[in-house]
DNA sequence: GTCAACATTCTTGTATACACGATTGCGAGG
DNA sequence: CCTCGCAATCGTGTATACAAGAATGTTGAC
């Protein structure tokens, strides 16, 4: 038995974990068994107590003392101040990327645009989440604000799963796309305020869109 | 040797030594010794390596593989842009107080105005500093939004060490009560766009000042 | 049959032993 | 005198032992 973990287990540990739980693979509210943990990825306790510790600081697993440790519950109020922040904060980058981005930022962000496009015209839902997270990623790198992308890209994982569902719904796709276009416009015009403008409420309509799916979810289900 | 921390302990670790960081007395770049540590406190490693772990979770310590873990050290450039997105931040909780405060937020904000008054009247640096303090705070508890103020209070903590020297500086509590009676004004006359703008500017402008400062610090010593 | 009190079991928190990468200091070669 | 390489040392990462709180099951009384 290795004493020390060869290299790469030590970030699949980390990884694997926090991907089951942001794909909810592990639901909400499970208990996570430090023996059990430890035993399937072959290690001792000791590295997993440590991940779970990042995993808490991160806001993906709470730890109860001497309780042990479950999958965080994010309730309807919670997600909805979540996604209020998230637009905020998207809304600030599209602020700062109207005003600092550069040639690079301008030829990327329109070739993402256009890929988003066409996604959506193939109505290829699982593409168009893929580009369309490029596209935000985009306009964070635009900010040039290395503080706020690790910010951005922190809560943007975590809402990541709630996103995910919800481009589905009606026709979702099409508003996105013309959300983009609109904030692309923006920037691209060095119009901060309107950039941030339509960052921010593009986000918060997503976020309300799905919360308001999940509050309809949690009328059935008594909480727990 | 007891093998509980006798409960209080466990707390004092962590915020004994976040304390030392933040104000300065442990200096950013020292090596934060596991033993040493462990030692002081009449612990094990095992608590000290979870503390530093939360800790750089927190951004105040960084852990590097294999070599330990140091204080972290913000360069200006990073200080500029977690002073920008804190003014992103505040600006979003203004707007969100001007749209939701209740009546008791009015009258929460409006006394600690008169005592920021008060302390900026009389003089007194440290009780300005306080009060400033609790000014923020009503107006992240205004915005109703815990996980916003959550990202306040954690960033506000962060970058603590750096605002305080900064109020000391020309007439900056002056110019500071300024623009808190301007925020307050815009919050009570509902007005979300004009708080959150005067909210930015006025965290903003703090952090310009500091970074200022401290770039020109920043000249006289090598990088390191 | 229900509930409370106790004993048992389980799980977490801490201490400690040990392995191995990192650092440092020394000596040999240029 | 400087540099490179090696050896000794140091310090971190992991495994494991153990203590004590939490959960669980059992038994007894009402």
Redesign the interface.
């Known amino acids: 038995m290795p004493r020390v973990i060869p290299e790469e287990t030590r970030k699949r540990l980390r990884d694997e974990l926090e991907n089951e739980i942001l794909t909810g693979h592990i639901p909400p509210g499970q208990k996570l068994d430090e023996v059990s943990l430890a035993t399937r990825f072959g290690v001792s306790r000791t590295p997993i107590?440590?991940v779970l510790?990042?995993l808490a600081?991160?806001g993906l697993v709470e730890i109860r003392p001497r309780r042990g440790a479950v999958v965080a519950q994010l309730g309807p109020e919670?997600l909805v101040?979540?996604f209020?922040?998230m637009g905020?904060?998207e809304?600030?980058a599209g602020r700062?990327a109207a005003r600092r981005h550069t040639e690079e930022d301008r030829k990327a962000l329109q070739r993402i645009q256009d890929a988003c496009l066409a996604a959506a015209r193939s109505g290829d839902t699982d593409a168009y989440y893929y580009e369309n997270e490029r596209f935000h990623q985009a306009i964070h790198a635009a900010s040039h604000?290395?503080?706020?992308i690790e910010?951005c890209t922190a809560l943007h994982r975590r809402l990541k799963p709630y996103r995910r569902l919800q481009l589905r719904h009606r026709n979702r796709m099409a508003s996105s796309l013309a959300e983009h276009t609109a904030v692309l416009e923006a920037i691209l015009a060095l119009d901060g305020d309107r950039a941030e403008r339509l960052m921010r409420d593009h986000v918060v309509i997503q976020g309300e869109r799905f919360t308001d799916f999940i509050a309809m979810l949690a009328e059935k289900v008594p909480a727990g």
């Open positions: 107590r440590e510790q990042q600081s991160a919670q101040q979540m209020e922040v905020g904060l809304g600030m700062m604000n290395a503080f706020l910010q």
